[in-house]
Structures are given as C-alpha cells and as structure tokens.
C-alpha cells in the first residue's frame, strides 16, 4: 500500500515538519535558537504559538530594537519606543 504510506508521510510533513520550520525561522528572527525552536516546534506543533508570540530574546539588526531606557523591544522600523516613548533613531 505505497499510497497510504505516501499520505502519512505527507500528513506529517504539512502537521510537523512545516510548523516546524516557520517556527525555527520565526524563532531565528527573534535572536532565539532556531534548531531548539524547530525541535519543539516539530514534536508539538502547538508550540508554534509560543514562538509566534513571544517578544525576541535580543536587539535583531533590521527586525527588533532594544530600548537603552527601559530595556523593552521595539519593531525595528519604529524610531519611538512603544513603551516608554524614548527616541531610538540616534
Ligand atoms: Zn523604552
């Protein structure tokens, strides 16, 4: 029965290995470790959540900035801190 063995290889690759790999690269995004994040993103899919929402682990050059006064991170293309209204721009 090489058609149903070809489902379930199908099956986990669009269930695990695919959210998976958006979460290790979402997670790379965010300064975190992308083969850890792919790992659990792998062995319990719903995991993607986690690393979709949670904040970057650092300041990400053209993704994430620290802000020097509160230490809170913004959107790299925001030049205001959201939080504390500090200037990131200089
Ligand atoms: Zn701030």
């Not at 979402?26 to 899919?45: D, E």
């Not at 006064?69 to 500090?86: G, L, P």
Request: proline residues 8%.
């Amino acid at each position: 029965m090489i058609h149903a063995y070809l489902l379930q290889i199908a099956f986990i690759v669009v269930f695990f290995v695919i959210p998976g790999l958006v979460g290790g690269w979402i997670a790379w995004t965010k300064g975190r470790n992308p083969f850890l994040w792919f790992l659990l993103n792998t062995l319990f899919p719903p995991t993607l959540m986690v690393t979709i929402f949670q904040g970057p682990a650092r300041a990400v050059p053209g993704r994430y900035r620290e802000c020097p006064n509160c230490h809170e991170f913004s959107k790299w293309r925001e030049t205001v801190c959201r939080f504390c209204k500090t200037d990131l721009a200089g």
